[in-house]
């Protein structure tokens, strides 16, 4: 694997019929924003995915070609039948295109007989460009989509999901950069300031964002090509999952080493008020005072590292990618991240737009059966293991904190007994010269064996809270539950499937379902000086 980051794809579509006089304020155009989109996105490759026609397509990508931006070219059907739609000079033009693309594949996989059929493919290769990029340069004269067409304006509909065929609540982190393209014949003056089209204003924004830090922490993993094929959509989605999973591997350290450190300081900050308390020595205020700024030195590092928030952004891009992996292996590629539900797709819209790019290039060829039944051997392999391995976590906090519970109640339980049958002992003074000396208590100050014994009922209490809190916000018991539930329904896939691409679609849905309300219970729990 070359290169473990994901891209940001630049879709391209626009008419045949430019004018020549816009030729070359077109490509300044095209070659503006594209420069603009590498500026805003320092961290990650630009690709562009382009169907190649002639006219603006072609234009686009020789744009793209001279930057060094990779071509990907989408045919909508086989080159041989393709080539009839262009003219000597467009189709010398993507000869040598072609010859330069990093990737040449066939959005459709049937090939057209009549009209009616090329219109088709071309409306579905303008559909596939629309859902696999993150923007779309459009030059495009603003005409309005037809149900049956196939051109410009239906490739932009089905981006921002007025496509009659469009999802009924659709989701998208994409906008369309619509560059004025006036056709053959038109006399009008040509607006030379682009403009962004968005279903959601500012998703795009966000959604490159997102990608790109994603991408800043994946860069260090990456390296410089090694040859020029480009890798199968399979080796690509396992690379930036283990990539992805590395990377919240070591970020959960942190962010349980946070929590961790958090309880304890919480804690030894009761013990130190209670001290000072009983023992009246100003000894124990600057200690109280390290302790307090310890932990909100913790909280604060915490905050502005965002171990949590980072955590949650690879551990979810990695999950989705694994899950989308099998069904490359299963020959679909379809999103895996559409079954969210529209609350998690609204959520993790960036998560849908990181896959869609990923997923840009070539069908996967589906391997057997035996690979599918495979899958589902690792599936229940990783949940019975995950499952195994949360139910031990959960197992040794059940057994620390009914320690501390144990130990809370026989406190109680000493306390209950010396103040009602031995109360001269309980108000024994245990203080000595020396005592008094190292902790500078106040003059006439004393320390009973009642007040040891409410130092350490408080502390055990203080601690008993504060680990909860610390174990509660591990989730361990949910997650234990999820996994032996997953475990159990590939349990029963490998005693009844046949491992067929329907049986893998609707595991890959139960996956990624069940991945998105891990997310939405756990994305809550960020460290905090809090019971």
């Not at 030059?139 to 067409?149: I, Q």
């Not at 906008?175 to 968005?198: F, K, N, S, Y």
């Not at 008993?464 to 029963?492: C, I, N, V, W």
Request: one cysteine or more; hydrophobic letters at 45%; a negative charge.
């Amino acid at each position: 694997m070359s290169d473990v980051r994901i891209p940001i794809v630049v879709g391209v579509t626009g008419h045949r019929a430019l004018r020549p006089q816009d030729r070359q304020i077109l490509f300044a155009l095209v070659t503006q924003q594209l420069v603009s989109i590498r500026e805003r996105c320092p961290h990650s490759p630009v690709v562009m995915l382009n169907s190649v026609a002639a006219g603006a397509d072609l234009l686009c990508a020789q744009a793209a070609l001279e930057l060094g931006i990779p071509l990907l070219c989408a045919l909508p059907f086989p080159l041989e039948s393709y080539r009839a739609d262009f003219d000597a000079e467009s189709a010398r033009q993507l000869d040598g295109v072609l010859a330069r693309a990093a990737e040449v594949f066939c959005a459709c996989a049937d090939v057209p007989v009549g009209a009616r059929e090329r219109d088709g493919a071309y409306r579905k290769a303008g559909a596939y460009v629309a859902d696999r990029c993150q923007l779309l340069l459009a030059l495009w004269d603003g005409g309005d989509a037809r149900a049956e067409g196939c051109g410009t304006a239906e490739t932009v509909a089905a981006l921002l999901g007025n496509a009659p065929d469009s999802p009924t609540f659709p989701v998208r982190g994409a906008a369309v950069i619509h560059i004025d393209a006036p056709r053959q014949g038109d006399t009008r003056a040509a607006r030379e300031t682009p403009c962004t089209l968005e279903a959601c204003a500012g998703s795009a924004a966000r959604t490159l964002e997102q990608i790109d830090a994603i991408n800043a922490e994946l860069a260090p993993q990456a390296e410089a090509p090694q040859t020029d094929t480009r890798d199968t959509l399979f080796e690509r989605l396992r690379a930036v999952y283990e990539a992805a999973d590395r990377r919240a591997l070591a970020l959960q350290k942190r962010y349980h080493r946070a929590l961790l450190t958090l309880a304890a300081l919480c804690s030894a900050l009761v013990t130190m008020f209670l001290l000072y308390d009983e023992l009246e020595s100003n000894l124990f205020l600057p200690v109280y005072a390290l302790l307090l700024f310890g932990a909100f030195f913790v909280l604060r590092a915490e905050e502005r590292r965002a171990y949590h928030a980072r955590y949650m952004r690879f551990r979810i891009l990695a999950e989705t990618l694994r899950t989308q992996g099998y069904l490359a292996r299963a020959g679909l590629d379809g999103n895996v991240c559409d079954s969210f539900t529209w609350t998690q797709r609204s959520e993790l819209v960036w998560v849908r737009e990181a896959a869609a790019a990923l997923l840009a290039g070539a069908a996967p060829a589906p391997e057997s059966a035996a690979a599918a039944r495979e899958w589902m051997d690792e599936q229940y392999a990783y949940h019975t293991r995950a499952a195994g391995k949360t139910g031990t976590a959960l197992r040794a906090r059940e057994r620390f904190c009914f320690a501390l519970s144990a130990l809370s109640v026989l406190l109680f339980a000493a306390v209950f007994a010396l103040e009602f049958t031995a109360g001269g002992f309980f108000a024994t003074d245990i203080t000595s010269d020396v005592l008094r000396g190292a902790l500078r208590m106040h003059a006439g100050q004393s320390v009973t064996v009642r007040g040891v014994f409410k130092i350490l009922l408080g502390t055990v209490s203080a601690a008993s809270l504060f680990f909860s809190s610390y174990f509660g916000k591990l989730s361990l018991e949910r997650q234990t539950e999820d996994h032996e539930k997953m475990a159990a329904l590939y349990a029963l896939a490998r005693q009844r499937s046949a491992g067929g691409a329907e049986d893998c679609a609707a595991l890959a849905r139960e996956e990624i379902v069940e991945v998105g309300n891990w997310y939405s219970y756990c994305k809550e729990n960020r460290p905090g000086i809090d019971l």
